[in-house]
């Protein structure tokens, strides 16, 4: 059966781009008979809270997007935090180790943001490999001044991401992104890696996501290689920019759902969001369950979407 999943970081009121994406998801999966899983990516606990964790929940279910499992719901996969899965990425860590494809890393982040490194197109710097080949000893050496970040090695090699909405997108993970983290050194495990391990071990089949996520597919995919975990299929979506071109984030926060909660009804939402992606002809309110008869990736557009205005004022 088809799984999609929704997987928001709780470190703000939900925002309308995040809902975008969910709606899409939720769409998606339901349209195939399928399920949602809902998992709650906070692992990061100086930016996420409980709280918020608590109001998006709150804010999916008065919008219509229920799932199936997760918190609320129950299932067979708990714990669904991230913060409380910490024993299976320790787990796909060492599995990695074991197998000579991990090293310790000590660079500063200073050193990471020297200028004279090449960055990626999404503003992060490419690891030029400076603690790949650290001897036993000169490890041991760095270990006595400070913890270590765990990065994994990866080759030469093009990987390619058949995306089902964006089409064909690649990248050479040595030349375009570097070894990259799996833990950083104040123990906090990395997203790429803990969101391949949740996601196989959630049997989620379908991932639907903004495409500020498609560059980060080629390394989820590597790393299903390396765990032999089943790979989910992925659909990146556009992004939602306003009228002057910038992307709507969270610091928009006239267009979080605590802003427009107070001001529009759930269909109303929904309807302005359908409408963006193609789905509605006019921005007037639909319920989600109202949008599936008709729901088609072919009428989403691909690139970003230029919000009116006067949508949400
Ligand atoms: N937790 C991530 C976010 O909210 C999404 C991760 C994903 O969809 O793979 O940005």
């Excluded at 990425?89 to 000579?100: P, S």
């Excluded at 006595?144 to 093009?158: G, Q």
């Excluded at 920019?241 to 009804?265: C, F, I, P, T």
Aim: net charge neutral; charged share 25%; with cysteine.
């Amino acid at each position: 059966m088809v799984t999609g999943r929704f997987a928001p970081s709780p470190s703000g009121r939900m925002h309308i781009g995040n809902l975008f994406a969910y709606l899409l998801a939720w769409l998606s999966a339901r349209k195939q008979g399928g399920r949602i899983v809902l998992r709650i990516e906070d692992l990061d606990a100086q930016r996420c809270n409980a709280e918020y964790a608590q109001q998006l929940q709150d804010d999916l279910l008065w919008l219509g997007l229920a799932w199936d499992e997760g918190p609320l719901a129950g299932g067979n996969h708990a714990p669904y935090e991230q913060s409380r899965r910490t024993a299976f990425y320790e787990a796909a860590l060492d599995a990695l180790r074991e197998r000579g494809l991990v090293y310790p890393c000590f660079c500063t982040r200073a050193e990471l943001h020297a200028a004279s490194a090449p960055h990626r197109s999404d503003g992060q710097a490419v690891y030029p490999g400076t603690c790949r080949n650290l001897t036993a000893a000169q490890v041991a050496e760095r270990l006595r001044t400070r913890p270590p970040a765990y990065r994994l090695r990866v080759p030469d090699e093009e990987i390619s991401v058949q995306d089902g909405h964006m089409g064909l997108y690649r990248e050479n993970l040595s030349r375009d992104c570097g070894d990259f983290l799996l833990r950083r050194s104040d123990g906090l495990y990395a997203y790429q890696l803990a969101v391949v391990v949740d996601d196989a071990a959630m049997g989620v089949t379908e991932v639907v996501r903004g495409s500020d996520l498609l560059s980060s597919t080629p390394r989820q995919l590597f790393l299903y290689r390396l765990l032999e975990l089943p790979p989910p299929a992925f659909y990146h979506v556009p992004l939602l920019l306003s009228a002057d071109g910038r992307r709507l984030s969270k610091r928009d926060r006239d267009l979080n759902l605590g802003v427009l909660r107070e001001r529009y009804k759930p269909e109303e939402i929904i309807g302005k969001l359908a409408y963006l992606a193609g789905l509605n002809p006019t921005a007037a309110p639909v319920g989600a369950a109202g949008l599936l008869p008709a729901f088609d990736w072919g009428a989403v557009p691909v690139r970003d979407i230029v919000a009116p205005e006067n949508l949400f004022s």
